[in-house]
């Protein structure tokens, strides 16, 4: 589950999706919930998801007027005109009966979630693997 900027201007979020190519290839079974306000979520958005071959793996959830945003506390408090609504940049890792495994938040855009992070986190979670802590990354 991820809370972010859109895909169609955000050169990070995009950095990040690409970045999970591997996660994806390695994991037959990963999906992606990414929750956008309502205004962020576009055709631009759905076809670069869908140039990368990831359309049933990456799925969008509209959060009308940011209410689930500013319920977790994820909104920006002093956005700029093309944020608002925007969340700061959060992933959750859910296992598939819904417990977090992994938190990461970034308050500040310039410093972004390593994909390699979620990688190990996957790993985590595979059959065999422990997974008895919620990790929790160093979030900027």
Same mark, same amino acid.
């Given at each position: 589950?991820?809370? =972010? ?16 190519? +591997? ?6 079974? $990963? ?6 306000? #309502? ?6 958005? !759905? ?15 509209? +959060? ?5 945003? !500013?319920? $977790?506390?994820? $909104?920006?408090?002093?956005? =700029? ?6 969340? @700061?940049?959060?992933? $959750? ?10 938190? #990461?938040?970034?308050?500040?855009? @310039?410093?972004?979630? #390593?994909?390699?992070?979620?990688? +190990? ?11 008895? =802590? ?7």
């Amino acid at each position: 589950l991820t809370f =972010e900027r859109s895909l169609d201007w955000c050169p990070a979020s995009k950095a990040r999706v690409l970045g999970l190519r +591997d996660a994806f290839a390695a994991t037959p079974d $990963l999906r992606i919930v990414w929750v956008m306000s #309502d205004t962020q979520i576009n055709a631009r958005t !759905r076809a670069f998801i869908s140039e990368l071959g990831l359309g049933d793996r990456i799925l969008f959830l509209t +959060d009308p007027k940011s209410n689930l945003i !500013r319920q $977790l506390g994820l $909104l920006k408090p002093d956005p =700029e005109l093309i944020e608002v609504g925007v969340p @700061h940049p959060t992933t $959750l890792l859910l296992d598939r009966e819904g417990t977090i495994r992994f938190v #990461d938040v970034r308050e500040n855009f @310039h410093f972004w979630l #390593d994909p390699r992070a979620l990688v +190990d986190a996957l790993a985590n979670l595979a059959p065999g693997a422990s997974s008895d =802590e919620s990790g929790r990354s160093g979030g900027q």
